[in-house]
């Protein structure tokens, strides 16, 4: 569990380095990023290369035993680049041209751009290949970043249409899959296939779904043209890529697949402004919801091989969201934790020092832009002393769960396609329930929906809206075997091509026992509500009435023409059971539902937890973490030991114990 910093030596007087990187060592660091945006210093001309002020950064890390890692500059070609081959430029929907001047302005499917960045990612790694003091590799930075996944320029449209050549048997297959007599959309030629760029109405559903497909799978080929550069040159190095909060537009399972493991940025208080609004509890900006940040750390562990860094972390006031609120004292430190307690082998902090110049000159750093320290750089060396301490007292693996949480990007797709109700969020939805399961304190893993799920005692599939008939032969396995498995609304929806089932949902009707006869969306003022084991819930968003066929109905909807009906219902399957949730629920339902639901599947849980204090195990250890700004207590068994902190969890604070969570009473004298 290693403390990291992003650098940027590129950014200060070389006279300044020495110092700067000594701080680094006396602070506790053990990994130096740098190098992400530093193409034109790399070749400040056409074929003219100047790799000394790196080398001599990475010698002096290395001197003062850190390790670097090193980055791919390819998020920002230099301006003489651009000049020369305007056409690696992206285009928007409107057809704009991305000008440069920011970052991120190439098309991943550029042959240009492509032939480029293959050449100076090998100049780099050839030039660094024999070095120490080089630990690995970050490939580009933050891919998609600025609404930059999906390109509409002419290079774009012709990587579609062989795209869709390699998919599709012939035009007419296409013509017939997508549903083209619709509106009189049908195409003689695949060369007559267009991304969808502006129009008047909204596109058609199929094509859509598949251009979002073919644009994630673009930057998975840009990103593995990349890896296989690195690892020709040393295949000791390790290779990632930094992702970012919810981000949904390229399949992280996918763009792992060709990592060792994956990375991502953490800023807490801005993402959750961006994900909530800042009409949320106040302690969320001052250290973000620790079920939006558990979430990411949950996908990208899970992404890879099951370990991940954070590759950013939050070191203060940020510069994007917003309101650049500042952490609440400890808050820091507390993040690190919770990241290491999820599994992270490093939390890198963004970055070392404040920038004098640029375009975030309002992000704090670890330090400020006259070099002394900051509010961040105390956290990072408290972190980095605790956590040192702590590694000994590790004893195996941090994976533990018994549940699991479905993902799968090509549903968040089909909801941003058709969200049907404006205020339906597939990423929000999926939040529901993985904050529902950890309000119970029980480890979750976040799979995608053709993983192997035999491991697991309890499944739980939020709008699972393209499932197919071999997701629902897993999950009748999973229940046949004794586990159970809990399905929502907007399940089974559509099939593979994003046009309806004619019965929903679909191919999981069988398995859930029930069908879906009406549905109806809601604003938020709406308080609709269901009868749920002799108690009234609201619920939001959407609502489903459904006809139970084989299942057992456990809650009924009590408002409007669905009054009555069936709004959540549980089927016997082997020795296990399936439920099906057909309405949006509130936390106070959700958390009842899945209470019940753990309890049949026999997975051990605790009371529910207070919002904001969220417990996490690995290795023998178990983490309290305390988001909120008030005290908690949390009580352990008399032989349980306290290996940092104690019972009284300060604000922004975390605790360390050796009792499994279940043991654990939160705010119980």
């Known amino acids: ?62 001197d003062h035993g850190m390790q670097a890692v090193l980055c791919t500059p390819t998020a920002t070609p230099p301006k003489w680049l651009t000049d020369e081959h305007p056409s690696i430029l992206p285009e928007e929907q409107d057809g704009t041209t991305v000008e440069f001047g920011g970052r991120r302005h190439y098309c991943f499917n550029s042959p240009v751009y492509r032939q480029e960045s293959t050449r100076i990612t090998e100049v780099l790694a050839e030039h660094f290949a024999d070095h120490d003091a080089v630990a690995g590799w970050q490939t580009d930075n933050e891919y998609g970043c600025h609404g930059t996944t999906r390109c509409y320029c002419d290079d774009c449209a012709t990587a579609f249409r062989e795209w ?51 644009a994630s799978d673009s930057v998975v080929e840009f990103n593995r043209e990349q890896c296989e550069v690195l690892r020709a040159v040393n295949d000791d190095w390790f290779v990632t890529h930094n992702e970012m909060n919810l981000f949904g537009t390229i399949d992280a399972y996918d763009l792992g697949d060709d990592l060792d493991f994956m990375s991502w940025d953490s800023y807490p208080t801005g993402h959750v402004q961006h994900a909530s609004g800042t009409g949320e509890d106040p302690d969320h900006l001052r250290a973000g919801d620790p079920d939006l940040v558990g979430l990411n ?106 549940v699991a949480l479905l993902h799968d990007y090509e549903n968040l797709w089909g909801f941003d396609i058709e969200p049907a109700s404006v205020d339906f969020d597939g990423w929000e939805h999926l939040l529901t329930y993985y904050a529902a399961l950890r309000r119970h304190g029980i480890a979750v893993d976040v799979v995608p929906t053709d993983a192997d799920l035999s491991g697991y005692d309890a499944v739980v599939g939020p709008g699972l809206y393209f499932a197919s008939e071999a997701l629902a032969d897993s999950l009748e396995a999973v229940a046949r075997d004794g586990g159970e498995v809990l399905v929502t609304a907007r399940s089974g929806v559509k099939n593979e091509c994003n046009r309806l089932r004619p019965t929903l949902p679909g191919p999981l009707t069988d398995v859930v026992g ?75 339902l959700a958390t009842a539902v899945v ?34 700004s008030d005290q908690v207590y949390a009580v352990a068994p008399a032989d349980a030991t306290w290996h940092l902190g104690g019972k009284t969890v300060d604000q922004f604070d975390v605790a360390v114990t050796d009792a499994p969570p279940s043991d654990l009473r939160v705010n119980v004298e």
């Not at 129009?199 to 979002?212: E, W």
């Not at 990072?380 to 590694?391: H, P």
């Not at 308080?527 to 009234?536: F, I, K, L, N, S």
């Open 1 to 62: 569990m290693n403390i990291g910093v992003c650098y940027f030596p590129e950014h200060w007087p070389r006279e300044d380095w020495e110092e700067q990187v000594a701080q680094m060592a006396e602070a506790g660091i053990e990994y130096v990023r740098m190098g992400e945006f530093a193409w034109s210093r790399y070749e400040p001309e056409p074929g003219t290369y100047d790799l000394e002020w790196l080398e001599t950064a990475v010698d002096l890390i290395g």
């Open 164 to 214: 869709l050549r390699e998919r599709y048997d012939g035009i007419e297959d296409l013509n017939e899959k997508w549903g083209n007599a619709f509106w009189s959309q049908e195409y003689t030629s695949f060369e007559a296939v267009d991304p969808p760029r502006h129009t008047a109405a909204g596109h058609h559903p199929a094509r859509m779904l598949d251009y979002y497909r073919f």
């Open 297 to 402: 750390h949950a996908i990208f562990r899970d992404a890879a091989d099951g370990d991940f860094w954070v590759m950013e972390q939050q070191p203060g006031g940020v510069n994007w969201p917003p309101q650049p609120t500042q952490p609440g004292e400890g808050a820091m430190a507390l993040w690190a934790h919770h990241a290491s307690a999820y599994g992270a082998e490093t939390v890198s902090y963004f970055r070392w020092q404040r920038c004098d110049m640029g375009q975030e000159q309002y992000h704090a750093g670890l330090r400020a832009q006259d070099g002394s320290p900051d509010r961040g750089y105390h956290d990072a060396t408290r972190a980095a002393a605790e956590l040192e301490g702590l590694a000994d007292e590790l004893d195996g693996s941090h994976r533990e769960a018994r």
């Open 514 to 588: 029930a069908t879906v006869e009406q549905y109806e969306g809601f604003p938020g003022d709406a308080a609709p509500t269901v009868e749920y084991r002799g108690d009234r819930y609201e619920f939001r968003t959407w609502g489903e009435w459904l006809d139970a066929d084989t299942a057992e109905t456990l809650a009924t909807h009590e408002t409007g023409p669905a009054s009555g009906t069936a709004a959540i219902t549980r089927n016997d399957a082997g020795a296990g059971g399936v439920t099906y949730l057909g309405v949006w629920p509130s936390e106070d």
């Open 595 to 628: 209470g019940d639901f753990l309890d049949d599947a026999g997975v051990p849980t605790t009371r529910p937890l207070p919002d904001g204090v969220r417990l996490q195990r690995r290795g023998g250890l178990t983490w309290v973490c305390n988001f909120t």
